[in-house]
């Protein structure tokens, strides 16, 4: 009679292994819902830096390898990147339900938020110390964004092309769309292109 193999299996010292922690995910459609909520509430200027410390880092429900390359669909999909990351995501876990509350996690209370100081700006925009408050936050924000951008380019130490040929992909998106103002929307689908091609000749057997 054949016996069931051992919750533990043995490595190569004799000594049992313990057996794999189950991956951190969402729990329910609820779960997605007030998660993506709270991150969109957290959202001001430099969403990304946000998304990242909150399904990265804190929640764990992707590697940062993962972000990475669900952050590059989400950016040459139509739309804004973070919903359509919240989509992305949803879809994975729960199907249609999962990105209609992923979506809706992203939209409802911020779209009550920016009615609510779209309303208050209207009263106060002229205002010196608002507007200098404002210009405060922008930097905030940029500061935050660079500071992401220094995280995500950790894994493409490992990426097929090595950090030579990522850095110089990076710096001509960066030429292109900065210092050139070339329209994003030529800018990621070709250079994404060419990144791709580069990448897929790499890995070509």
């Not at 609510?116 to 009263?123: F, M, T």
């Amino acid at each position: 009679m054949p016996t069931s193999p051992p919750d533990h299996a043995p490595n190569t010292a004799g000594e049992t292994s313990p057996p794999a922690l189950p991956r951190p995910q969402p729990q329910s459609l609820s779960d997605l819902f007030f998660s993506f909520s709270i991150l969109a509430l957290q959202g001001f200027g430099g969403v990304l830096a946000v998304v990242q410390r909150e399904l990265v880092e804190k929640k764990k429900w992707m590697t940062n390898e993962e972000f990475v390359e669900e952050w590059a669909v989400a950016q040459i999909m139509p739309g804004p990147n973070v919903v359509n990351l919240s989509v992305m995501i949803g879809e994975r876990y729960f199907g249609w339900r999962g990105a209609l509350a992923g979506l809706a996690g992203m939209l409802t209370f911020p779209t009550l938020v920016v009615l609510g100081a779209a309303l208050l700006y209207a009263h106060f925009a002229q205002n010196p110390q608002v507007a200098g408050a404002l210009r405060g936050m922008a930097a905030v924000a940029a500061g935050m964004v660079a500071a992401t951008a220094f995280k995500l380019a950790a894994p493409l130490k490992k990426h097929p092309l090595g950090q030579g040929l990522c850095a110089l992909l990076a710096a001509l998106c960066f030429a292109m769309v900065g210092l050139l103002h070339w329209p994003l929307g030529w800018v990621v689908p070709g250079l994404g292109l060419v990144a791709c091609a580069l990448t897929w000749r790499k890995l070509k057997p």
